[in-house]
């Protein structure tokens, strides 16, 4: 299973746009990128996934690069409820594989007034 | 349509009991995963499920037993509790790719 190294937390303020970076040096082919979020005492929500290029929902943006070791997940103009922990995933995306995920460490979010 | 809930919310057990935790989902999911959490610690997969009457080894599984007789259900067992296996257990279903998280249950092992 691809390895996954994010950064441990990040501090933002209210209406800025929050960028975290995801290295995946070792992203097999048919591994997808996946993000959650988790708030504390609760199971983690998914927020995207994307295979290669540009994915966007109605709350976030997931950049991918061509060479696919790194993935970017953008949140937009974030707000105090977006203050969470935020999990990288890289797994095989096929069903066949029992879709299963193995979280890292995470990034600690928090948003300031 | 209540998604994913888990049984008990919370439990304290003495060293050497068993329980059984019970996760429910209703969203007709084929797919079901147990996962414990330790503070300050992302996920651990211990089992999963891809059908029912099917169950697989996730990367922690020494210690657990889990069935899977109900497509709706995923029963997830400790015959003998150790302080080791103190932590927030998660169950969580999915159709796809996207897993559904139920609000865990927080076991304490004495």
């Known amino acids: 299973l691809a390895k996954t190294t994010q950064p441990i937390s990040m501090d933002s303020y209210e209406g800025q746009e929050v960028n975290i970076t995801c290295s995946h040096n070792?992203?097999?082919?048919?591994?997808?990128i996946t993000w959650y979020q988790q708030f504390p005492s609760q199971g983690p929500r998914f927020i995207i996934q994307?295979?290669?290029t540009k994915v966007t929902n109605e709350v976030a943006s997931l950049f991918i690069p061509a060479d696919r070791k790194s993935s970017t997940l953008s949140l937009p103009r974030v707000s105090l409820s977006d203050t969470a922990v935020y999990y990288c995933?890289?797994?095989?995306?096929?069903?066949?594989?029992?879709?299963?995920?193995?979280f890292g460490g995470g990034t600690r979010v928090l948003v300031k007034p | 349509n209540a998604g994913v809930t888990q049984t008990p919310k919370f439990r304290v057990l003495k060293t050497g009991q068993s329980m059984t935790l019970l996760c429910a989902q209703d969203?007709?999911?084929?797919?079901m995963y147990w996962y414990r959490q330790d503070p300050g610690m992302g996920l651990r997969l211990i089992h999963y499920?891809?059908?029912?009457?099917?169950?697989a080894k996730g990367e922690v599984p020494d210690g657990y037993n889990v069935s899977r007789l109900k497509k709706q259900n995923f029963l997830l067992g400790l015959e003998s509790a150790a302080p080791s296996q103190t932590s927030v257990y998660f169950c969580?279903?999915?159709?796809?790719?996207?897993?559904?998280f139920g609000p865990g249950t927080r076991l304490t092992v004495t």
């Open positions: 969580a279903s999915s159709r796809d790719y996207e897993q559904y």
């Open positions: 070792n992203i097999a082919t048919n591994d997808y």
């Open positions: 994307g295979y290669k």
């Open positions: 995933l890289v797994g095989d995306g096929r069903a066949a594989a029992g879709n299963k995920l193995t």
């Open positions: 969203m007709n999911h084929e797919y």
């Open positions: 499920s891809v059908g029912e009457g099917t169950t």
